[in-house]
């Protein structure tokens, strides 16, 4: 173990378009009538055919923009130029939004699809009656461009390679001869106005899409592209060995100039991720690839001019199928900031790790006083929430909301996630850069004056305010990392204030926030369970041995779990002010693993590990919950938290594995 690694244990060593250009729907051209009554959290819902499955989907990403792109190699979600900008396709929340797709003409169903080995290049493999074909598609990342003028997005430090602002798919057929069709119905600001097509040339090799108010598109092909409403399309039958690409360029940079530049930007693209996966630090484990996959979907989410992380690619896939419970997670929640940092230091990704302690030093430096539980990517304070009435909503569950009216809640998480952010960068490099310090004393005396006030809690209920244990339980961290920090800072007299206060807090909490059994509630003066709780041994609240800590985890192990995953709390018991069921949060299931392991549950934290880890996606990827039943992804796709939460759970296991190893007898000639 480094010092590195020592000095996070200390922390959290187990955390955590019509002339107007408008578009107007033909009749019939809504998705199909869908199941009205939201489905019991015991039955599995199906969809009505028309959308596939949300962990279906794959994700790209160019760490500027991304996509995801349906088993039927249709582009069905894209924000340009950044990931929360309105969308270009969105077909994902409706079939009349918009795609874009490149396969064989008269099939849908792929043979194989996978990413390239240690990228996120994805490849599908097609197989008709006549051939076989592999199409290739990438966010391209390309050598740094702005060589003459700096960057107008970028704060944080270049590196070599940046966005060329591509999506770029490459189609070969292997065997016998394939017909090949190109569709792209681009359909801006979420759908709402439609695409005029242009030639720019005098061949067929080049159309643009325009929209008054949007990007410009640039299509350019090897194929003949013709136009077709507000639809471009090429077609043609490829023979063995033949290759084509199509690009979609969405900057004034262009796109490749023919197929051998566009096979080279794809080999490139696959280069960078697989030399930035190479930099990490993975334990030689059969789970090994879930840590892989995890630390590309957060690379992926990140947004590199500024070192943000968002907490999903998408808004409004459905918590509870058919339901009301879609949200906008486009954007960067500070509570997050805690988990990633201790996943991607603990991963070795310390630049990325830096990246967004930058970004989240720079939204607090301005306000010190007045810190949001979530910020733009950008760093923007106004997210003001909104309806898009017009699309259906994935499967028809709507509404279909963009912005995130949480972001003025009143959530006291938010201090001690900031604080323990600080004190794991702090250690990390074992100093106190000045510059935090009066940043360290804002929060912590913010977290000082209101502790003792109810809010919302972890999980942004829009229910009335309430003391809820777990905010008070952070509020305790914020004034614990102030503590360290201000002893770091060699300031004994303002470590001996802010101690006592943490004291009072702890107190507090065990006199109020336990039942009598001896478990943490959820809110104080109640005896509901929450699985925010099972953060208590994480945080290090109390330690794992303390019969406290062990009460809770049980409970929750036991009472607060649906055919053995968790749920974030029972809604017939929280007043979080929506109607419906809910599916269990996979973060929670993670973090009950991590707590397992930490009371000594260690063969029941690898068994959860094991089932959940089945859980995923094909290509490794995980949404914010899932069916208990069915196993069905729900929720925004692909979620930060959840890999975030899933690098602590399997290093825990993992860890444990090693402890165990390390006591016992182990045969120089095999594997213990």
Same mark, same amino acid.
């Given at each position: 173990m480094t010092d590195t690694d020592a000095a996070l244990d200390v922390s959290l060593d187990a955390v955590t378009t019509s002339a107007d250009g408008e578009v107007h729907r033909l009749e019939g051209a809504t998705v199909a009538d869908g199941i009205d009554a939201v489905a019991p959290l015991h039955e599995v819902h199906h969809t009505n055919g028309n959308f596939p499955g949300i962990g279906d989907y794959a994700f790209l990403s160019d760490c500027e923009a991304n996509c995801l792109i349906a088993p039927s190699g249709a582009v069905e979600w894209m924000c340009v130029p950044r990931p929360d900008s309105p969308s270009v396709f969105t077909a994902l929340l409706d079939r009349a939004g918009g795609s874009f797709r490149v396969a064989p003409f008269g099939v849908a169903v792929p043979a194989a699809r996978r990413y390239l080995p240690g990228t996120l290049v994805l490849e599908t493999t097609w197989q008709t009656p006549t051939g076989w074909l592999v199409v290739r598609d990438a966010l391209i990342m390309a050598e740094w461009h702005n060589t003459d003028e700096r960057s107008k997005t970028h704060r944080r430090s270049p590196t070599d390679y940046d966005a060329a602002h591509v999506l770029l798919r490459t189609?070969?057929?292997?065997?016998?001869?394939?017909?090949?069709?190109?569709?792209?119905?681009?359909?801006? *600001?979420?759908?709402?106005? %439609?695409?005029?097509?242009?030639?720019?040339?005098?061949?067929?090799?080049?159309?643009?899409?325009?929209?008054?108010?949007?990007?410009?598109?640039?299509? /350019?092909?090897?194929?003949?592209?013709?136009?077709?409403?507000?639809?471009?399309?090429?077609?043609?039958?490829?023979?063995?060995?033949? @290759?084509?690409?199509?690009?979609?360029?969405?900057?004034?940079l262009p796109g490749p100039a023919d197929t051998a530049e566009a096979e080279d930007w794809m080999w490139r693209t696959g280069e960078y991720w697989r030399q930035w996966l190479s930099q990490g630090t993975f334990p030689d484990h059969p789970w090994r690839a879930y840590?892989?996959?995890?630390?590309?979907?957060?690379?992926?989410?990140?947004?590199?001019?500024?070192?943000?992380? +968002?907490?999903?690619?998408?808004?409004?896939?459905?918590?509870?199928?058919?339901?009301?419970?879609?949200?906008?997670?486009?954007?960067?929640?500070?509570?997050?900031?805690?988990?990633?940092?201790? %996943?991607?230091?603990?991963?070795?990704?310390?630049?990325?790790?830096? *990246?967004?302690?930058?970004?989240?030093?720079?939204?607090?430096?301005?306000?010190?006083? *007045?810190?949001?539980?979530?910020?733009?990517? %950008?760093?923007?304070?106004?997210?003001?929430?909104?309806?898009?009435?017009?699309?259906?909503?994935?499967?028809?569950?709507?509404?279909?909301?963009? %912005?995130?009216?949480?972001?003025?809640?009143?959530?006291?998480? @938010?201090?001690?996630?900031?604080?323990?952010?600080?004190?794991?960068?702090?250690?990390?490099?074992?100093?106190?850069?000045?510059?935090?310090?009066?940043?360290?004393?804002?929060?912590?005396?913010?977290?000082?004056?209101?502790?003792?006030?109810? *809010?919302?809690?972890?999980?942004? @209920?829009?229910?009335?305010?309430?003391?809820? /244990?777990?905010?008070?339980?952070?509020?305790? @961290?914020?004034?614990?990392?102030?503590?360290?920090?201000?002893?770091?800072?060699?300031?004994?007299?303002?470590?001996?204030?802010?101690?006592?206060?943490?004291?009072?807090?702890?107190?507090?909490?065990?006199?109020?926030?336990?039942?009598?059994?001896?478990?943490?509630?959820?809110?104080?003066?109640?005896?509901?369970?929450?699985?925010? +709780?099972?953060?208590?041994?994480?945080?290090?609240?109390?330690?794992?041995?303390?019969?406290?800590?062990?009460?809770?985890?049980?409970?929750i192990a036991d009472e607060l779990t649906h055919d053995g995953l968790v749920l974030r709390y029972r809604v017939e018991e929280t007043d979080d002010g929506l109607a419906g069921e809910e599916g269990t949060f996979t973060i929670c299931s993670f973090w009950l693993v991590s707590a397992l392991v930490e009371i000594g549950e260690e063969e029941r934290a690898h068994s959860l590990c094991e089932r959940l880890l089945s859980h995923a996606s094909t290509l490794g990827l995980y949404a914010e919950e899932l069916d208990p039943v069915s196993g069905r992804h729900l929720g925004n796709f692909p979620q930060a938290f959840t890999h975030l939460a899933l690098i602590n759970a399997v290093t825990h296991v993992i860890r444990a594995e090693e402890r165990r190893r390390s006591h016992g007898f182990a045969p120089a000639n095999r594997q213990a």
């Open positions: 189609i070969k057929c292997v065997y016998g001869n394939v017909d090949l069709q190109m569709t792209c119905e681009p359909v801006f *600001d979420y759908a709402r106005k %439609g695409a005029k097509w242009t030639y720019p040339r005098k061949d067929y090799s080049e159309v643009v899409a325009t929209a008054k108010g949007q990007p410009t598109l640039r299509l /350019t092909s090897s194929l003949r592209i013709g136009l077709e409403g507000r639809t471009a399309l090429a077609r043609t039958k490829m023979q063995r060995d033949e @290759v084509h690409y199509v690009s979609l360029a969405f900057s004034d840590l892989q996959s995890s630390a590309l979907a957060l690379k992926g989410l990140s947004y590199a001019p500024t070192g943000a992380l +968002l907490a999903a690619a998408t808004t409004s896939l459905p918590e509870t199928p058919g339901g009301e419970r879609n949200w906008d997670y486009r954007y960067t929640w500070i509570r997050d900031s805690t988990f990633a940092l201790w %996943g991607l230091y603990t991963l070795g990704f310390d630049r990325e790790a830096n *990246d967004f302690f930058y970004f989240i030093h720079d939204v607090c430096r301005d306000n010190p006083n *007045d810190l949001q539980i979530m910020y733009g990517v %950008g760093g923007e304070r106004h997210l003001e929430e909104g309806t898009l009435d017009h699309l259906t909503g994935y499967d028809d569950a709507r509404p279909v909301r963009i %912005g995130n009216g949480a972001y003025n809640q009143q959530q006291h998480d @938010v201090w001690g996630a900031l604080l323990d952010s600080i004190y794991l960068h702090t250690r990390s490099r074992e100093q106190m850069p000045e510059e935090l310090w009066p940043i360290v004393i804002a929060q912590v005396e913010q977290a000082a004056a209101h502790w003792r006030a109810p *809010d919302r809690g972890i999980w942004e @209920v829009w229910g009335e305010p309430r003391h809820f /244990t777990a905010s008070k339980i952070m509020c305790w @961290v914020a004034l614990d990392r102030g503590v360290r920090l201000a002893t770091l800072h060699d300031s004994p007299e303002i470590a001996a204030k802010w101690q006592k206060i943490a004291d009072e807090i702890h107190a507090d909490i065990l006199a109020n926030g336990v039942d009598d059994r001896g478990a943490l509630v959820q809110r104080y003066g109640d005896t509901a369970l929450d699985a925010s +709780l099972l953060l208590a041994p994480l945080v290090r609240f109390l330690p794992p041995d303390d019969p406290r800590i062990r009460a809770t985890v049980l409970a």
